[in-house]
């Protein structure tokens, strides 16, 4: 008999997808089991390939008690009551960003994990790329000295065609929004995670080029206030020509960090060097970052040691908070006080 420590399940067969799979299948402790996707001849066909089950209705596998875990990787308006579902059925989740499309939705799903004793992990990747884990070590040791500010752009490409493939994408009531939850909360949750706290943020959204084809934004800027003192501005959108890489820069007392072309830089007075780069894997959107293999794995070493998952669902509140943020903020033009 096969020996395994976490039986898996994935839901949603989708632009993601290929990035959990890889991971699960290569994963020595836990064994794929079942696939979802309401795409009957897509899953059964995926099925087939890995040596699966699968079914196109997520109820088939809640109450399977070989199934330990739970991918949801499904649009938006999903992740909630699906989320909600595994939790009752006592299963783990690992579940794509934006935890869910508002806040009070991603409250509920932490305290119902609280009481269900079942963790939520929440695909924060990027935090797991070699640049990004050197730049937190480095404002961690106070070696720069404290963080007194940072800039962060976004410029990726979105158009027309990206929204029509998929029927969910660009409206309120199924995205939630859209730069913002969709492509930048990955880099706002990379500036609270570098900055610490924030204490306010304001912010704007606009429409700038597909007011013809989507409800949401397509282009976002922010600046923010962090309880430390220290000042960030954001800018975003997805009107360019290009995926480029996300840049960033913080700003500490001796020295700057600067993250751009998938590597860190350290300038130090007049000094500029790299301190590390980030491995290039073959399959993988570099924009998107590398770290989904490595963000899995370390999920399942905690979820079989029972201990307490690293990017956890407080994670994915305070980082969509961010988000909604700027979208109240830009409604009211005025200063939007973080809670959490």
Known sequence: MEEYKLGVAIVGCGTIFENHIKAVIENDEAKLLYLVDIVEEK????????????????????????????????????????????????????????????????????QLSLKMNKQIAVVFQNRYNPSLVEAKSIIESKRLGSVIGMRAFITWKRDEEYYNQDVWRGKWKTEGGGLLINQAIHTLDLMRWFGGRIDKIKGHVDTRLLGDVIEVEDTAEA??????????????????????????EIVCEKGKLLLRDGALWLQDDENIQKVVSDDKINGYKSYWGNGHKIFIDKVYKKLIEDKPVEIDIDIGLKALEIVQGIYISSEQNDYYKMKY
């Open 43 to 110: 899953v059964k066909k995926l099925a087939s390939q890995y040596n699966c089950y699968y079914s196109t209705n997520i109820d088939d596998i809640l109450y399977d008690d070989s199934i330990d875990v739970v991918h949801i990787l499904t649009p938006h308006y999903l992740h909630y009551e699906m989320a909600k579902k595994v939790l009752l059925a006592s299963k783990h989740v690992v579940l794509e960003k934006p935890a869910a499309i508002n806040v009070e939705d991603v409250q509920d799903l932490k």
């Open 223 to 248: 600046t923010i206030k962090f309880e430390n003192g220290a000042i960030g501005l954001f800018y975003g959108s997805n009107n360019y020509v290009d995926n480029s890489p996300v840049e960033m």
